[in-house]
């Protein structure tokens, strides 16, 4: 059975005679149909009823209704409410704008807006670099979206992509103290995105690409670097990419490989897959045979977006024209960005001795990473309920800070490689295990550590 997750949990609040011992009885139901209890309360004790509050993480969705409906049929039980923790979490959102200052008096008031905010106005109009240092600008980001390629969710436009996005300003805040603002543009056509983010950068310090659809981001994120004085990182791409290159240097180091020599496949060559594939290149992978929805990706394809190009001029060296069953025989390391399922367990058993298998598409990942442990001497995936996540929270903060300190401008690949090495030694030789390739994203170092890298290549 697949494992449970918090991000799947749910809170059953039950009724019973105390009679009928509901406690025990309950306990045994969900147990029973595999969820994880992690709460109890007793939240009304009589002589007539006993009402209790049962907290546990589910597999998924359908899994939890299977739950509330085992309780329901049991004639000793009633099911009084189910509450999803993950959407009460979300209720009214995830973030705010707190003021830094305090404003309790008229002397408060006076400084912090008028009359004496015209002061800072006209120093920022006498020398407008003044603006980082009296303004948010030297601590925000703008996280701009157009809901285009949402998680695994696909083209759900701007208002459903509000919640990743809340949730990315979030982790700007408790990983490095970055301020981050959602914004979230209800228009997919380039120019518009491009001018709108032209349009409100003088209050950003950075530009924070996300859910994104290639090859349009590509497009995107080239004009805006030109157009703006300020760093734009499209983290679908490089975040990954960078997080992703730290994992496979450890990894590679657990079962003596070097990047130079291995066979890597990689399944989807989209936003993610095309920067993964230049930060490896760029640290010296030489064979890299490429897989769309289309199949594999050979040497005499031509493709209109520059990007693309680039990956097929680079990849496949000996042009392999066969299909993923066959690429897969003899490969070291597999690099999933695709979609849930895409490879098999006669893929993985048909790898090279001390396989790598990095299966991140998110929430299900390319192939299941209890199936893939039984061939792969790594196994890592993009979920948190996994070990080895694979997870962009290990860079972008970091990267950010760094920038935003430094007073940036721009994003070069040496300051890519640089956060990634960063973050690969933030596993100390006695830590490395094949469970344990990467830091926690709660290691207060990794932050640290990226951000005095990346100010370092600026």
Not at 197 to 213: M, R, T
Not at 306 to 315: E, H, K, R, V
């Amino acid at each position: 059975m697949a494992s449970t997750s918090p991000g799947y949990g749910i809170t059953i609040r039950i009724e019973g005679s105390p009679a009928s011992q509901p406690v025990a009885l309950a306990t045994t139901v969900i147990a029973a149909a595999g969820a994880t209890i992690t709460a109890l309360d007793v939240v009304e004790s009589l002589l007539e009823k006993v009402v209790i509050d049962i907290t546990c993480d589910t597999i998924n969705s359908a899994h939890a209704d299977e739950i509330t409906l085992a309780l329901a049929k049991n004639p000793d039980l009633t099911v009084r409410k189910v509450s999803d923790r993950t959407f009460l979490l979300h209720l009214g959102g995830k973030i705010e704008v707190t003021p830094k200052v305090p404003l309790k008096t008229r002397d408060d008031l006076s400084r912090a807006y008028t009359p004496g905010v015209a002061r800072i106005c006209q120093a920022i109009v006498d020398d407008p670099s003044d603006a980082r240092r009296l303004t948010i600008k030297r601590n925000t980001v703008a996280v701009v979206t157009d809901g285009s390629a949402v998680l695994g969710l696909g083209n759900i436009g701007p208002a459903a992509a509000l919640p990743v996005m809340e949730g990315k300003a979030a982790l700007f805040k408790r990983f490095a103290n970055v301020d981050a603002w959602p914004v979230c543009l209800d228009t997919q056509d380039v120019d518009e995105i491009v001018r709108t983010v032209q349009l409100i950068a003088p209050v950003y310090g950075g530009i924070n690409l996300e859910d994104i659809s290639a090859p349009r981001c590509f497009e995107v994120e080239r004009r805006l670097r030109e157009l703006l004085d300020i760093p734009v990182f499209h983290d679908d791409q490089h975040g990954t990419a960078i997080v992703v290159l730290a994992a496979l240097r450890n990894s590679l180091k657990l079962v003596k490989k070097n990047l130079s020599d291995v066979k890597i496949i990689l399944i989807g060559v989209g936003a993610a897959g095309n920067a993964v594939a230049r930060l490896l290149v760029l640290n010296g992978a030489k064979n890299i045979i490429g897989f769309n929805h289309r199949g594999v990706i050979t040497r005499d394809m031509k493709s209109q977006d520059p990007t693309q190009q680039w990956f097929i001029d680079t990849s496949n060296p000996n042009n392999f024209t066969g299909d993923i069953s066959g690429a897969m025989k003899g490969a070291d390391v597999f690099i999933g960005v695709s979609a849930p399922n895409v490879i098999t367990e006669s893929h993985a058993a048909s790898m090279a001795p001390g396989a790598i298998i990095f299966a991140l598409a998110n929430p299900d990942p390319e192939i299941d990473p209890v199936i893939a442990r039984k061939y792969a001497a790594v196994v890592a995936t993009g979920r948190s309920d996994q070990p080895n996540q694979i997870n962009n929270v290990l860079a972008f903060p970091g990267i950010f800070r760094g920038l935003l300190d430094a007073n940036a401008h721009k994003i070069t690949d040496e300051l890519l490689v640089a956060a990634a090495e960063a973050i690969a030694d933030c596993v100390s030789s006695d830590q490395l295990n094949a469970s344990f390739i990467v830091p926690s994203v709660f290691d207060p170092n990794v932050t640290k550590a990226v951000a005095a890298a990346v100010k370092k290549s600026v």
